[in-house]
């Protein structure tokens, strides 16, 4: 299962991240909301949701630019 971080702020725009596991950025994100009651009550506070294991998969391709 895909591996996400989920980049969200508070009232004071202090920044935050929460990793979860899901099938797609959707369902990472609807489990940073039941997980976050900060989230819970502000959910338009998620300003982030990254693919991990698509980006390790990408670092161990290398480079996909040909320079």
């Known amino acids: 299962m ?3 971080t989920i980049g969200y702020h508070d009232s ?3 920044l935050y991240e929460i990793c979860e596991y899901a099938q797609d950025s959707y369902e990472a994100i609807q489990h940073a909301i039941e ?3 900060e989230l819970q009550a ?3 506070a998620v300003h982030r949701c990254t693919n991990e294991s698509g980006l390790d998969y990408v670092r161990q391709s290398g480079s ?4």
Request: cysteine-free; hydrophobic content about 25%; overall charge negative.
């Open 42 to 44: 502000h959910p338009h």
């Open 64 to 67: 996909l630019i040909d320079a």
């Open 35 to 37: 997980d976050v009651p």
């Open 12 to 14: 004071q725009e202090n």
């Open 2 to 4: 895909p591996h996400y």
